[in-house]
């Protein structure tokens, strides 16, 4: 089959979640004998790296053996992640087109989300992969300007009014709900995301399909690291506020255990003073250190050194990868109660740990449990079963593409 991946964003300036998802099943559906190519939007990308083709830039590249397809407007549009927009219909059209995929599966419809009424138009099937809440909020992730949690825009109402978005607003959400409801099938890897949105009454059927681990890339911890330096917890991912880092370094520091180290591993996206604040705490308590960014193929490297891996979202978190490829690993999970693969995952007090962020106390009790009953986290890893292989969730996929036959 010949399959394109539609993503807003992608390797190598962009490397989170969703893009790391796309990148797995795209050499895996490659490794299983189908085409496949990616189709994504050059935000940041200098518009002298394209040429002009069907009126947009255009360019291609190859990423770790997969051929990208990379556009963007000449001039980008201020609220180019904000709209849902067909103003590149008739270029995209030309692409499918020319590209004749069987199939077009879209990870993220952010800056791109004529596609869908482009593979309408043109006859293509379209799965879509809910890989967060975008389609309900505009920052993806429920919270208000203060990061304070939300859990609904009431049709574009609270958005109106705690968001300070315009009127706008409606007529975007009544979009966003047209294309969840065009597409032909909906998928999406937690039970929580789905919950979510049929809470907010988006009632069409999604599938439950769990992502899958590359376990090429794993190398389990087999042994017990050596404690005499103390017990590291690791933070791996974004450093941003929304990941929860804030709360996690005011946590570990109410802690004042000498045998505890919490080493943070990854870098800003955006400007929100988080990278500030990680590096001003180091500065104060030389058990915190900040370890800088690290590629995916340092993280088997990275987990070999750390005990425990705290993922502190304090912002609603559709997934969370690091929590299945840590537990990959051999390596347990703290985790809040808003995290999407914990709740998959993680059973508390058995193979990891979930707090609330109701009470977050429970974070600093069971950072100073650990201190002082280091021996807790090799009864939790003794309890971790392996996740799936990403084969498997590819098997899942292809199935819902070949049903379009």
């Not at 360019?59 to 709209?83: N, S």
């Not at 993220?108 to 006859?123: C, E, F, I, T, W």
């Not at 009127?167 to 099938?185: M, P, Y």
């Amino acid at each position: 089959m010949k399959i394109l991946f539609v993503v807003h964003n992608f390797f190598p300036k962009f490397f989170g979640g969703t893009e790391r998802y796309v990148l797995n099943m795209a050499k895996q559906m490659q490794r299983m004998g189908n085409q496949v190519k990616v189709l994504t939007y050059g935000i940041l990308d200098s518009p002298e790296l394209f040429s002009r083709k069907d009126g947009i830039l255009y360019r291609t590249y190859i990423f770790e053996g997969i051929l990208v397809i990379c556009i963007r407007h000449q001039t980008i549009p201020p609220d180019q992640g904000y709209r849902i927009s067909d103003d590149m219909l008739e270029s995209i059209i030309s692409i499918l087109k020319t590209e004749e995929p069987d199939v077009i599966h879209v990870a993220h419809p952010m800056r791109l989300s004529a596609v869908v009424d482009a593979a309408k138009q043109v006859g293509l099937p379209v799965v879509l992969t809910i890989t967060d809440f975008w389609l309900l909020c505009v920052r993806g992730r429920f919270f208000k300007p203060d990061y304070s949690l939300c859990n609904s825009s009431e049709g574009g109402k609270k958005c109106r009014l705690q968001c300070y978005v315009d009127d706008s607003i409606f007529e975007r959400n009544e979009k966003a709900r047209q294309l969840f409801d065009s597409v032909d099938v909906r998928i999406a890897p937690s039970r929580f995301l789905i919950e979510i949105f049929k809470a907010n009454k988006w009632d069409k059927p999604i599938y439950h399909v769990s992502h899958g681990v590359d376990y090429k890339y794993v190398v389990p911890v087999k042994e017990r690291r050596k404690r005499e330096a103390g017990v590291i917890f690791g933070y791996l991912g974004v450093v941003s506020r929304f990941k929860g880092i804030e709360l996690l370094i005011s946590s570990f520091k109410k802690v004042e255990a000498a045998n505890i180290r919490l080493n943070i591993y990854g870098n800003c996206l955006g400007e929100d003073g988080t990278i500030d604040l990680v590096r001003e705490a180091g500065k104060k308590d030389n058990r915190l250190k900040s370890m800088g960014r690290f590629n995916h193929d340092e993280l088997s490297r990275i987990l070999e050194q750390v005990d425990i891996v705290v993922v502190p979202s304090t912002t609603l978190e559709s997934y969370g990868l690091v929590v299945v490829e840590s537990l990959a690993h051999g390596v347990p999970v703290i985790a809040s109660d808003i995290v999407g693969s914990a709740y998959e995952f993680i059973k508390h007090g058995v193979n990891g740990m979930i707090f609330s962020l109701q009470n977050p106390l429970e974070l600093v009790e069971i950072i100073r449990q650990i201190s002082e009953q280091p021996s807790i986290i090799d009864m939790l890893k003794a309890n971790i079963t392996p996740p799936q292989r990403l084969e498997e969730e590819a098997f899942v996929v292809e199935r819902v593409y070949k049903s379009f036959k």
